[in-house]
């Protein structure tokens, strides 16, 4: 699709939607924060220059910006990618909360209530990903 000096883009192999493409760094590198200054300058680029023909082609209404950083974030494969997928409204019923669903006890309903003691949030956190174990 596109490349410059340090990375290039490419459609994601399993589009989540239709234009979902993947910034990807020609070194071998599997962690966002491993990349040097000049890479992470040509990443940004991409993204942007992916985000104008995506727009052309696509229309959508907006976009979901992502990096599974580690296997813990769900990363199955290990060299750092950056996905860009176009997002319409409708896509989904409910995406208020976007990435933060990918955790769990995220109810966009519960955001506009007073905040709870943050300890007590972060021993439910803990209790509820040990659960899922």
Known sequence: MEENKTCYVRYDNFPA???????????HVESFFGLTPRELKD???????????????????????????????GRT???????????????????????RRAVPNCDPDAWAEEPEDPEAAFKALTEAQAGRR
Do not use: C, S
Not at 20 to 25: A, D, F, G, L, Q
């Open 17 to 27: 939607a239709a234009g979902h493409v993947e910034v990807v760094p020609k070194r």
């Open 43 to 73: 990443a940004y680029a991409l993204i942007l220059t992916a985000q104008e023909r995506l727009t052309e082609k696509h229309g959508p209404d907006g976009y979901t910006i992502g990096i599974n950083e580690g296997r813990a974030a």
């Open 77 to 99: 494969v290990d060299h750092l990618h950056i996905h860009l997928i176009p997002r319409h409204f409708g896509d989904v019923p409910d995406p208020r909360g976007g990435i």
